[in-house]
């Protein structure tokens, strides 16, 4: 509930404090007398929008703070948001707007905390519900429709539809991954062509050994080399082994040696060691010997195994320039593109599986969303005969009315486009509400959808800017009752021209202008002094003020029956409540 509202330099308002009750609180005044002014505050405070024009002229900061009572369900709200509570039962929110030479700047707080337009819109939900005839456009509107439904409903829709939001996301990431992947399909055959002769070409080059191609170097210097080292082997046999020329070979010289060192150890056992390793190194060069003259022996000229090789060092070092630059590299990199390949070979699969996973995830969208236009025909159904009652003592007990529900592609919110449809007279067809309802007509269904809402609402206060214009006489006194009535479960706030919605009002506060001089602060009743326009805002808290307040609504003036009509209706209020009472 709102509790107060202090407002500073907003439009034609320099300072204004009003303090707010429960039940219905009425705002009366003469046409431009500047009881929308006030609305346009409680909606800018709450996060609406706003513009320069908002600022006093003269000056550069607006502000307006409005204080409201909390509950338990807003209180765990704030808490989730890191707000705390400047008492156990109410929230300050005030809005400061600043202009500056470009633009203007505006800045929101809960309870002292900065908070951004997010939090504002979430909190405003909780707060205060706005009504209008401008809601004329929204009611036309299938998805303001569609959330008056849901939220008509109750829980089992709104449940259902956080449901289908949940799968629609998971719809549109399958369809997303999907379409990605059929977009990359050009690239993914370009790159299966590529990497496929890549991979013929390295498969051909038969890789398998990093060294190969060093083995392959030194197997063409030993071709290459053949008589060299035939030659080179026998010189070394000669001199290891057996030497045909006048010079001994290595193995004679340790002969010889381990004869005399033979004799040696006779006398001096200590030269035994020197002996063994005498012997053991003949016995090597005699092996050398033998093996290197067994080696020259083998080696014979091979020309096509030499061209082999060439061919096959060449074939070598190409494929290290297209995939190396080393050999070991260009495995490598043959192993990689293998893994790639057969990926790329599998894609055909993965489309396939991406398709199912779109198919599966758009039936389990259907499904959700064909329960949730289930639960909303059940409350479509509800809401039809409830509003019906409501309508009725509004002097509108002959309309038809039906909530349209067709199917359409299914979104994050359904797949439903909802149109209220509405026939004001018997026989003649039901049609769009926006298209065929009149002013009076619009006010007075606004009215009756406000009362169905009422306790699907979470917001304490209720809103009506002028919604009972167009109306008068009986339908006038039934959108007076019908506002008590609403006043009995939340806040209500009204502004009225009709003297039968005033009488009914708990708490009733009459709108005028005034034209005072700015430098004193007071009205203007002399030439001394800058004069300018202000809003002023009485509080008509006996019964005088009221009477009169109502025969001015009724009669432009104060004249005798004029009097006698506003006492008549505010007697007819008395007996109303007191009805309601018993």
Request: net charge negative; glycine share 6%; charged share 25%.
């Amino acid at each position: 509930m709102l509790l107060c509202l202090r407002i500073e330099n907003f439009a034609l308002i320099d300072q204004l404090e009003l303090e707010f009750g429960a039940g219905l609180n009425v705002l009366t005044g003469e046409t431009g007398a500047g009881k929308s002014i006030i609305l346009d505050a409680i909606d800018a405070v709450l996060g609406g929008k706003v513009s320069s024009r908002v600022i006093r002229t003269g000056t550069s900061r607006a502000m307006v703070e409005a204080t409201f009572t909390s509950n338990p369900p807003l209180t765990a709200w704030l808490s989730e948001q890191e707000i705390d509570l400047l008492d156990e039962n109410s929230v300050v929110i005030s809005r400061e707007i600043t202009a500056t030479t470009s633009n203007i700047r505006s800045r929101s707080r809960i309870n002292g905390v900065l908070v951004n337009r997010q939090i504002m819109g979430g909190l405003r939900d909780r707060l205060v519900e706005i009504t209008a005839q401008g809601q004329t456009v929204q009611v036309g509107q299938s998805a303001q429709v569609r959330d008056w439904l849901d939220l008509y409903g109750g829980n089992a829709p709104m449940q259902q539809r956080q449901k289908v939001a949940t799968t629609f996301t998971a719809y549109q990431q399958a369809h997303l991954a999907l379409e990605k992947r059929r977009t990359s399909e050009r690239e993914r055959l370009q790159q299966f062509d590529l990497l496929t002769y890549q991979v013929q070409e390295l498969g051909a080059a038969n890789l398998s050994d990093s060294q190969e191609l060093e083995q392959l170097a030194q197997e063409r210097e030993r071709l290459n080399h053949v008589v060299d080292l035939q030659q080179l082997s026998y010189k070394v046999y000669q001199a290891l082994y057996q030497n045909d020329h006048e010079t001994p070979a290595a193995a004679d010289l340790l002969g010889d040696s381990e004869a005399t060192l033979n004799d040696m150890v006779e006398y001096d056992a200590q030269l035994q060691p020197l002996l063994d390793l005498v012997r053991d190194a003949q016995t090597a060069v005699m092996e050398v010997g033998r093996q290197i003259n067994a080696y020259g022996e083998d080696l014979e000229a091979d020309p096509q195994r030499l061209e082999e090789v060439e061919q096959r060092i060449q074939e070598l070092k190409q494929i290290c320039r297209k995939y190396g630059p080393t050999l070991t590299e260009a495995i490598a990199y043959y192993q990689r593109i293998q893994a790639e390949l057969a990926e790329l070979n599998d894609s055909e699969q993965s489309i396939e599986s991406l398709e199912q996973q779109e198919k599966a995830c758009f039936e389990k969208l259907t499904q959700t969303s064909d329960q949730l236009t289930q639960l909303r025909r059940q409350a479509a159904a509800n809401l039809e005969l409830r509003l019906l009652s409501e309508l009725k003592p509004l002097a509108m007990e002959k309309v038809q009315f039906q909530v349209e529900i067709l199917p359409t592609s299914p979104t994050a919110t359904g797949a439903d486009k909802i149109t209220f449809i509405f026939s004001p007279n018997p026989g003649e067809p039901l049609q769009p509400l926006t298209e065929i309802a009149s002013g009076g007509e619009m006010s007075r269904f606004l009215l009756a959808l406000k009362a169905c809402f009422s306790q699907a609402s979470t917001a304490g206060t209720m809103v009506f800017d002028e919604i009972d214009v167009g109306v008068s006489g009986r339908v006038a006194q039934a959108i007076a009752e019908k506002l008590h009535q609403l006043s009995q479960r939340n806040q209500v706030l009204c502004v009225t021209h009709q003297p039968l919605v005033a009488a009914m009002a708990d708490r009733h506060f009459r709108v005028d202008k005034q034209t005072i001089n700015q430098s004193k602060g007071k009205k203007a009743n002399n030439g001394n002094g800058e004069q300018r326009t202000v809003v002023r805002v009485t509080t008509l808290d006996n019964l005088t003020t009221r009477r009169e307040e109502l025969a001015q609504l009724a009669g432009g003036k104060s004249a005798t029956d004029a009097i006698a009509f506003a006492e008549s209706l505010l007697l007819q209020a008395a007996n109303h409540r007191r009805q309601e009472q018993g």
